[in-house]
Each structure stands twice: as structure tokens, then as C-alpha cells.
Nanobody
Framework: QVQLVETGGGLVQAGASLRLSCTAS????????MGWFRQAPGKEREFVAH???????????TYADSVKGRFTISRDNAKNTAYLQMNSLKPEDTAVYYC???????????????????WGQGTQVTVSS
């Protein structure tokens, strides 16, 4: 059974940092694209970042414009874990954050939640002003 478990959410003040972790089990994710999405109350789930395997030991990150320069996505395949380092947090970053995974066979449309096969349960991030 494939599982993704997110940890690391919490309540912080604006300008603070948090690091989210997503640990996968039930399959090997080393070549999968790992993505982070978020969903605020009353809004649709939106893309935050993904990191895709491009061959060998090379992985390519992609970010939403709203988080570029503040968030960093990374992965540790030995631990089957993906991370989202979030710096300079803003109140508008408040949301439930989800990690997701999809096979490397899927190469396009990776900003869309519908492209992902596996999802975690989400972790709440709240940023106060």
C-alpha cells in the first residue's frame, strides 16, 4: 500500500520559516516526480513546487511564481522523503499543504493536481500577520 505522510506544519508569524517533509512508503519514489500543493479555505488546490527526475542523478525543481525565491523543494531518495523549505512566510501562504507523487512517465502538466497518482493527507500551515 502506497502512503505519503506529510509532517512539519504549524503556526508561525510572518517572516518565519518552516520545513515540511513528505515520507513515502510502499514503492520506490526515486524516479517519480514529487510535488507540493496547497489549498486554502474556499479555494482550489494550487501548485507550489515539484521536483522531477531528468536522468542519472539529476533532478529539476519547478516553482509557482508566488513562492519562487522563498521556497525550496528537495528530496532525499535514500530516505524516500521530499522536503519543502519555506522561508519568509506570508499570511497568504496559509493553507493545508499536500505532497503528491507521480511516475516519471508523466512529463507534462505537472503543475496540475490531476496528474498525480499518490497523495498525502496534508499538513496545516498557518502564518499570522
Amino acid at each position: 500500500q502506497v502512503q505519503l505522510v506529510e509532517t512539519g506544519g504549524g503556526l508561525v508569524q510572518a517572516g518565519a520559516s518552516l520545513r515540511l517533509s513528505c515520507t513515502a512508503s510502499g514503492r520506490t519514489f526515486s524516479t517519480d516526480t514529487m510535488g507540493w500543493f496547497r489549498q486554502a479555505p474556499g479555494k482550489e488546490r494550487e501548485f507550489v513546487a515539484h521536483i522531477s527526475w531528468s536522468g542519472g542523478s539529476t533532478y529539476v525543481p519547478t516553482y509557482a511564481d508566488s513562492v519562487k525565491g522563498r521556497f525550496t523543494i528537495s528530496r532525499d531518495n535514500a530516505k524516500n522523503t521530499a522536503y519543502l523549505q519555506m522561508n519568509s512566510l506570508k499570511p497568504e501562504d496559509t493553507a493545508v499543504y499536500y505532497c503528491a507523487a507521480v511516475s516519471s512517465r508523466i512529463r507534462s502538466g505537472l503543475n496540475a493536481p490531476v496528474r498525480y497518482d499518490y497523495w498525502g493527507q496534508g499538513t496545516q500551515v498557518t502564518v499570522s500577520s
